[in-house]
């Protein structure tokens, strides 16, 4: 079941968050971020503030009471696309990846980007992330040619696009 995030979901999401990113960002982003900056403690304290605030949209993917993967949505943050939806971000426990449970998650967005009047969808993926990207193409997203360095990790991000029908 795909459900809005409580507070008490934060240990969880954070968690989900911190090992999705190791183990999907390792070789993109620097060990050092990975393994020193990106520390669940922190990760909780962020999620906590963002849920009790409800500043994001963060939902959870709940199966009998186990978190198995969280997402935030929201209107699409670029200035060249302000009539659009945004997965601002998706991550599945990684050891509970390849069930479905990702795919679920996307069509749940879509479905509520269309039934809020949004008639496209867009993500953004580090470009070395050619797992993720296959995943999202599989899923009909396409490149539209938008690109932007992320400084901090010094890795580049290109944006995936969807028309929802």
């Keep these: 079941m795909i459900r809005r995030a409580k507070v008490d979901d934060a240990n969880r999401i ?38 009790e605030e409800g500043v994001e949209n963060i939902l959870v993917y709940d199966e009998n009471d186990i978190i198995k993967a969280f997402m935030t949505i929201g209107k699409c943050r670029n200035e060249d696309k302000t009539d659009c939806f945004e997965l601002w971000g998706i991550y599945v426990e990684p050891l509970l990846k390849n069930q479905g449970i990702g795919t679920e998650m996307i069509e749940y967005c879509e479905s509520y980007a269309k039934e ?22 599989k899923m009909g997203y396409k490149p539209d040619g938008k690109e932007e360095i992320l400084e901090r990790f010094n890795a580049t991000e290109i944006r995936y696009v969807k028309k929802l029908q």
């Design 116 to 137: 809020n009047g949004y008639t496209e969808n867009v993500l953004w993926v580090f470009k070395d992330n050619s797992l993720a990207r296959k995943f999202y193409e």
């Design 14 to 51: 954070a968690e989900i968050h911190v090992f999705g990113w190791r183990c999907a960002y390792r070789g993109i982003v620097s060990d050092e971020y990975l393994f020193g900056k990106a520390s669940v403690g922190k990760r909780i304290v962020s999620f906590t503030k963002a849920i």
